[in-house]
């Protein structure tokens, strides 16, 4: 049985939810999970604590098996972490497993507790009762395409790579800035392959002085790097050197020392790891749509501001609201729908925090993008700015926009036509952020 993810989905509102006869709540753990099963009247079926490994887990599903006389699509199981061992699990083997936000749980178990009492055994109950009596308000899951797993788990993967670079490149740049400048007007992020072989060349200012324009010259040819000349280089690490306590070199040599092999751990993880990503993509562009149409990989990337990184975010963290065009679902994931406080006469708009942060990067970019590349986007985020919005407001509607087109796309199967685009009026758009 393979490894699966499953992804957050809202329930189908076309269909009536099944009925169910067993409600289960997990107080997910990480060495043991509290389990307590209600029957369809909330009375206690019974409880147990499973321990965190493949046996405990196997006993769990056998346990809620027997429980549902063999029909698991009539038991309700509900958790807070919506993925998991136990979660994939229990869905591939046909339970019907939600998921809901701990902050909305909150809520429910004041119900039980005025007072705030809180333990595992209480949680699991919590849960067990609200999906039995709010079942609304909790998330479907179900499992992920293998594809789209691996889509997934690369992207994230590349951006923690990504994440770490920086701050091992910014570290860097730290210790040269405190003792060796030189170095920095060679290169100002200090994130380059080239620059970390002259720092092992010529760690501090005094090595630097013994350095020969042939060793310079070896390390540009061996890295292609024309846009210098070695006389150039030479003179700028020659120049006079920062004057700082005694010892300072040597200590900052050393920190330099521990971060140069972690840069080019990371920069051979990430060559190794963006071009995955990319065939990936290609190999879902290339897979046909419905009736010969394009495929839903081959729309997205039509729309202006959508780039390989974009394609990726998308389908890795919305997968489901794209294979079902759900316009709602996205733009609340993605953070680009407001939130509307009003009391009385008091009536407020705000920029919604809960949402996916990695799929309101992605929106963020490619508004931002779009808006720099596309005529019509452009003059759109004129016109809110001009109306008294921010830079961030802006880019939002824009983002709420470019998703409402991307839904038209997928529904009849076109690319992006600019000539198709109408003029929405700018005082109507101003109302949705």
């Not at 630097?208 to 210098?228: C, D, F, G, N, P």
């Not at 970019?365 to 961030?392: N, T």
């Amino acid at each position: 049985m393979g490894l699966i993810v499953p992804t957050v989905m809202q329930p189908e509102r076309a269909e009536q939810p099944p009925p169910y006869d067993c409600f289960v709540g997990i107080d997910w753990g990480s060495q043991q999970h509290q389990v307590y099963v209600l029957d369809r009247d909330r009375r206690r079926l019974g409880e147990r604590v499973v321990d965190h490994d493949g046996a405990s887990l196997a006993q769990l599903v056998a346990w809620l098996w027997g429980l549902s006389a063999g029909q698991p699509q009539r038991v309700a199981v509900a958790i807070e972490v919506p993925r998991g061992a136990i979660v994939e699990g229990l869905v591939e083997r046909g339970f019907h497993v939600f998921a809901i936000n701990p902050k909305q749980l909150d809520r429910f178990r004041d119900r039980h507790s005025v007072a705030g009492a809180k333990d595992d055994r209480r949680d699991a109950f919590v849960l067990a009762d609200s999906v039995c009596t709010d079942r609304p308000s909790f998330r479907r899951l179900h499992l992920d395409a293998p594809h789209l797993l691996l889509l997934r788990e690369l992207r994230r993967v590349e951006e923690t790579l990504l994440e770490e670079f920086r701050r091992s490149a910014n570290r860097l740049r730290e210790q040269l800035h405190r003792f060796y400048p030189q170095m920095l007007q060679l290169c100002s992020a200090a994130d380059e392959p080239w620059l970390w072989d002259l720092i092992t060349l010529a760690p501090t200012p005094a090595h630097a002085m013994l350095l020969s324009e042939e060793q310079v010259q070896r390390v540009l040819k061996a890295h292609r790097i024309r846009r210098l000349k070695a006389p150039a280089v030479l003179a700028c690490l020659q120049a006079p050197a920062l004057p700082v306590a005694p010892g300072t070199p040597e200590a900052a040599q050393a920190h330099c020392g521990f971060l140069l092999p972690c840069l080019r751990v990371l920069a051979e993880q990430l060559q190794a790891c963006s071009p995955q990503v990319s065939t990936l993509l290609r190999a879902m562009a290339d897979e046909p749509g419905e009736e010969e149409s394009p495929s839903d990989v081959a729309i997205v990337q039509s729309l202006p501001g959508v780039g390989r990184k974009i394609t990726a975010w998308l389908f890795a963290e919305a997968a489901q609201p794209l294979a079902e065009r759900d316009y709602q679902v996205l733009r609340t994931h993605g953070g680009v729908a407001p939130v509307t406080k009003q009391s009385g006469k008091r009536r407020q708009v705000v920029m919604r925090h809960g949402c996916n942060p990695r799929l309101r990067h992605a929106l963020y970019h490619m508004a931002r993008v779009a808006m720099q590349r596309d005529a019509h986007f452009s003059s759109v985020y004129a016109a809110l700015r001009a109306k008294g919005q921010r830079h961030g407001q802006a880019l939002r509607n824009i983002g709420d926009r470019l998703l409402r087109i991307l839904m038209a796309m997928l529904r009849h199967r076109t690319c992006y036509d600019a000539s198709r685009i109408r003029c929405e009026p700018v005082a109507q758009m101003g109302q949705k952020m």
